[in-house]
């Protein structure tokens, strides 16, 4: 089955710069890339995905981006804020697949 | 619009007692519904997936079952739990063949 791995484990930035959080898969079959923030307590949401016909995607602060040959994803988070401090869930499923794959998970502290 | 809703949102139970997680999705029709557990501090686990009424898939072998009664009804039960049994656990659904997953607001389950 498919192996998500996500790194780094934690990250803490000083607010105003940016973070990266990267991801590698395993199944080429993946064509269907989403990342998920989870705040303290709370359930985890959808904040972007990337489809494998598309290199890059952006949505004002957040981008991903997405190398198919070295089967890897990433996501990026410029001019960080505090409200940005959560867990941040990289997944890889095949589109019509019945599950996604979870990487292990990033705690970012965006530090004032 | 579609909404997920689980409760209870935190239940304490006794070792060797009995569980019944619910989620209802409104909204949508034959959605894929899954429930995941989060330990502290950890990862998104995939226990269970249904794709219709009847049909469910276990990822991971516990003292768990689930069942799907109706089209957009999905429970988690236990018949004895175990100290090992607590977690996070999260209900959610997606629209068959695309898209992201739309998280419940999770039940926070100890067991004492």
């Known amino acids: 089955g498919e192996n998500v791995e996500q790194h780094p484990s934690t990250l803490s930035v000083q607010e105003g710069d940016s973070a990266v959080i990267k991801c590698t898969y395993s199944?080429?079959?993946?064509?269907?890339f989403p990342w998920y923030k989870q705040e303290l307590g709370k359930r985890p949401q959808l904040i972007i995905d990337?489809?494998?016909?598309?290199g890059e995607k952006k949505d004002q602060r957040i981008a991903v981006t997405l190398n198919k040959t070295a089967k890897h994803f990433s996501l990026h988070i410029t001019e960080t804020q505090p409200e940005d401090s959560a867990v941040y869930f990289c997944?890889?499923?095949?589109?019509?697949?019945?599950?996604?794959?979870f990487g292990t998970g990033t705690s970012l502290t965006v530090i004032p | 619009s579609q909404t997920i809703h689980q409760w209870p949102a935190t239940l304490v139970q006794p070792v060797g007692s009995p569980l019944s997680l619910e989620c209802t999705v409104e909204?949508?029709?034959?959605?894929?519904l899954y429930w995941y557990r989060q330990a502290a501090g950890r990862g998104l686990q995939l226990l269970f997936y249904?794709?219709?009424?009847?049909?469910i898939s276990s990822e991971v072998p516990q003292n768990l079952s689930a069942s799907r009664p109706q089209d957009r009804q999905f429970i988690l039960s236990s018949k004895k739990l175990l100290l090992s049994d607590s977690g996070f656990y999260l209900c959610?659904?997606?629209?068959?063949?695309?898209?992201?997953?739309?998280f419940g607001s999770g039940t926070r389950l100890t067991v004492v």
């Open positions: 959610a659904w997606r629209p068959t063949g695309a898209g992201g997953y739309t």
């Open positions: 199944d080429s079959a993946s064509n269907y």
């Open positions: 990337i489809r494998s016909n598309v």
């Open positions: 997944a890889a499923s095949i589109s019509a697949g019945n599950q996604f794959y």
């Open positions: 909204g949508t029709s034959n959605p894929n």
């Open positions: 249904s794709v219709g009424i009847g049909q």
